[in-house]
């Protein structure tokens, strides 16, 4: 039985995740000034109306969807969904979508497998931060199953990233995100690397210590999925966190690391608003969140409490 406060937490992965990404939509590819004022005020490179989320919670909405009624979103039908709400998503002609996503959804791909193999033919880079933006949701699905949890942030990430660096990525930020839901505290980032096979604790572990102690010059491209994963750790590090106020100051330390400011805040957003709770974030932002397809902060909440409840409660 979850406790009223689980859910509130529970509640704050999706509501964190739209929080951070419509607060930094008005500033992406910009470098605030430390004088310069941090607010959910619109504009941006795709004039966004203030409040309004981006591409990175419309493609966690997808996921969330296909979860709320308890599937399996890792495997068979449940990833099939997943795929298929993308794909939605796509034909919704939405202004902002990345590069990498758009090469492997513009194939319309008529099942998760098929998507996957398209992105898995993609050359150059693939290792963007467009999975890591919209695994959020997944750690909802297996809150009393971390082995499938796992393996659904691999397979969801798979179906737009074949990059390991992604998947590892996802992987771990998932799994933060279920142990703050669980636990309310950040410390799943780290049980995570401590479990994780050599290769990747030795590959992550010390990027993790940079980002609690460098600056975000040391990690700018954060369009790269490694960098916006340290990004997000930074801000949220780099902040005082001992009350709930922390979740607004870190995701507006996020945009004022620059960059891809809406997607750097929305995977920061996620797992303050595990930590912290829906009950976070501030009331005036939650007034005017709104974005594809026709949701608004309520809905959100709404639909999270329903993945954790597999719609019975």
Known sequence: MRTDIDLDRAAGVLLGTAAGDALGAGYEFTHPTAEQAIDMVGGGSFNWAPGEWTDDTSMA??????????ADIGRGNGLDAVAAGFVDWF??????????????????????????????????????????????????????????????????????????????????????????VLHSSFDGLREYVGK????????????????????????????????????????ITNTDDSGPAHLQHALEMAVRAGGDTDTTAAIAGGLLGARW??????????????GYPGFRADDLAGIAVQIVLKGKR
């Open 277 to 290: 709770g829906a009950s976070a974030v501030p009331a005036r932002w939650r007034r005017i969140l709104h």
């Open 196 to 235: 994780a096979p050599t290769a990747v604790a030795e590959f992550w572990s010390p990027l993790l210590d940079a980002a609690e102690k460098g600056v975000p010059a040391d990690f700018a491209n954060n369009g790269w999925v490694v960098h916006a994963l340290q990004t997000a750790w930074w801000a």
């Open 61 to 70: 909405i997808a996921v969330a969807i296909a979860a709320k009624d308890g």
């Open 91 to 180: 034909d919704s002609n939405p202004p902002d979508m990345g590069i990498q996503t758009r090469s492997v959804l513009s194939s319309r791909s008529q099942s998760a497998g098929e998507m996957a193999r398209c992105a898995s033919r993609l050359g150059g880079r693939t290792g963007g931060n467009g999975s890591l933006m919209r695994t959020a949701p997944v750690a909802l699905a297996y809150l009393d199953d971390e082995a499938g949890c796992l393996a659904a942030a691999a397979a969801v990430s798979r179906l737009t990233h074949a990059d390991h660096r992604a998947t590892e990525a996802c992987q771990m930020w998932t799994y933060a995100i279920r142990h703050a």
